[in-house]
């Protein structure tokens, strides 16, 4: 079977965003299980934990289901670097009363381990963002029974991926939440909408495209699929489902902000990732930060000490453009209710497109 196969033989073509700090396996069970296809984002799980993550997944449900991975590069900070970095970040651990962590000896679990873990795994479909395979990679995982999937937010992006051999890639539009997977150019020169970008991805490449990006109800499924998408990612779609673990201070936030709330921001883990708009990210600006995962890891304790002080300025609220139109629920129910309402959507449209 091919990976578009699998996407358009799905029972419903939503796939559930990889969310790191949003979800775990409990989520991609439902998902899976409701006929979408599921994901773990394994980015944060240290090599060893992603076997035994996958393998619960794969004992609960014997439907299809994605892990992914963040393509941390392994940077140290100078100690200039660093002693500036934690100048800044040193009166935000005051107002919570925490001494700033010691100096790290590791930024990020090492990517090369995480990838052995995930060949060994083997997912039916190994998802990666923030870069491109090398071939010999994605080889090596299509070897051991995975398809591959690579995130681009340019057609440049998608053709690299097609390049290394990926089975397919998820484009992945401006509107999104939580980081964006730029790796080519600049992220202004990364910044393409949803639409746009679907539209163009598809043109360009034979291999399936998923498309992500502010798609938070039935009406969004059905006009990406429209735009000849094989599925649909979705993400702060599900920020306020039972299976969430992003907490009651993040989802709070989300229930009461405005609509244009949110910002692109590398304040948090010194790559840009949109979130709802908050003192952080006010106050520090971007051009100070270090460099992904560098800044990720010097905040994530002071993420930590909002988020059990229930203080959403501090927290990495990430959330997409749309993010306000989500809905709580079960997971699986939400994509049983967002097919049924892109099932809806078409035959509206099919009507409307008849009587003309
Ligand atoms: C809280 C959160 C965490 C995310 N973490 C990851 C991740 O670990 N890996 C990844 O590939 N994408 C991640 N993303 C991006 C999603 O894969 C997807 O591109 C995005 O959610 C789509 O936009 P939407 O939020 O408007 O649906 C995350 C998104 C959110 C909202």
């Known amino acids: 079977m091919s990976l578009r196969a699998l996407l358009e033989g799905l029972p419903i073509p939503i796939v559930q965003a990889p969310m790191v700090g949003a979800q775990d396996e409990r989520m991609a069970i439902a998902v899976s299980e409701a006929g ?46 660093l002693e500036a970095a934690m100048a800044r970040l040193a009166p935000w651990y005051a ?9 790290p000896n590791t930024y990020s679990h090492e990517f090369e381990a995480q990838l052995d873990a995930v060949v060994r795994a083997a997912p039916p479909i190994a998802s990666f963002i923030f870069g491109v395979l090398q071939r010999a990679d994605v080889e090596r995982l299509q070897a051991a029974g995975s398809y591959v999937v690579g995130t ?18 998820c484009a992945q539009g401006f509107e999104a939440g939580g980081h964006h997977g730029y790796f080519l150019g600049d992220v ?18 034979d291999i399936p495209v998923i498309a992500a990006g502010g798609i938070m109800d039935g009406r969004g499924v059905a006009a990406a699929l429209a735009l000849g998408a094989s599925a649909v990612q979705m993400g702060s779609a599900f920020l ?18 405005a609509e244009d709330a949110t910002r692109l921001t590398r304040a948090f883990s010194g790559r840009y990732a949109r979130g709802l708009e908050n003192r952080f990210m006010r106050e520090l600006k971007d051009a100070d930060v270090p ?18 002080a229930g203080d959403p300025e501090a927290i990495s609220l990430w959330a997409g453009q749309a993010a306000t139109l989500a809905r709580p629920g079960a ?5 049983k209710r967002w097919w049924a309402e892109a099932r809806a959507a078409s035959q509206a449209l099919a009507a409307r497109t008849a009587k003309t």
């Open 291 to 308: 460099a992904y995962p560098i800044q990720n890891r010097l905040t994530q304790p002071l993420r930590a000490a909002a988020n059990r």
């Open 36 to 81: 979408g296809l599921g994901s773990l984002g394994a980015g944060g799980l240290a090599p060893s934990d992603i076997e035994p993550a996958a393998g619960a997944v794969r004992a609960a449900t014997a439907a299809p289901f994605a892990v992914n991975l963040q393509m941390a590069p392994a940077l140290k900070p100078t100690a200039a670097e």
């Open 188 to 205: 202004e020169a990364s910044s393409v909408g949803t639409m746009a970008l679907l539209a163009t991805t598809v043109a360009a490449l």
């Open 95 to 103: 107002r919570f009363g925490e001494t700033p962590p010691p100096t």
């Open 240 to 257: 306020l489902a039972d299976e969430a673990t992003n907490g009651p201070t993040w989802q709070a936030a989300l229930r009461s902000a």
């Open 152 to 169: 681009a937010n340019t057609v440049a992006e998608a053709r690299a991926w097609a390049a290394a051999g990926a089975d397919g890639v």
């Open 331 to 335: 997971a699986g129910d939400l994509v």
